[in-house]
């Protein structure tokens, strides 16, 4: 599966921002997808994930309540809904797909698949 990340940009702290993540080459019918970000000199970082075909979500704790993950079906496409963000929430953000998922995993291992990243910049 290709995975393709888009919808980066700047903001001020307080605004919004909705990142996507476009799938193509299988069917997610078994996966799950988890949006991960990686701040300059700091390890990559869970921040959400959803199965593609039920219900379930999870949320770091850092941005639970603030940024919600949904889905397109038709369209293959995974977003992430971003909002009153934060200087904190600045860094590439990276959505990868568990072909296989059994549980909705924070650990990026698990995922095989990954997108390139999108960058996120918050300004104070």
Known sequence: VQLQAYGGGSVQAGGSLRLACAASGRTFKNSAVGWFRQ?????????????????????????????????????????????????????????AADNSARFLSRNSRTYTSWGQGTKVTVSS
């Open 39 to 95: 701040a300059p000199g700091k390890e990559r970082q869970f921040v959400a994930a959803m199965y593609w075909s039920s219900s379930g979500t999870e949320y770091a704790e850092s941005v639970e309540g603030r940024f919600t993950i949904s889905r397109d079906a038709a369209k293959m496409t995974v977003f992430l809904q971003m909002n009153e963000l934060k200087p904190e929430d600045t860094a590439v953000y990276y959505c």
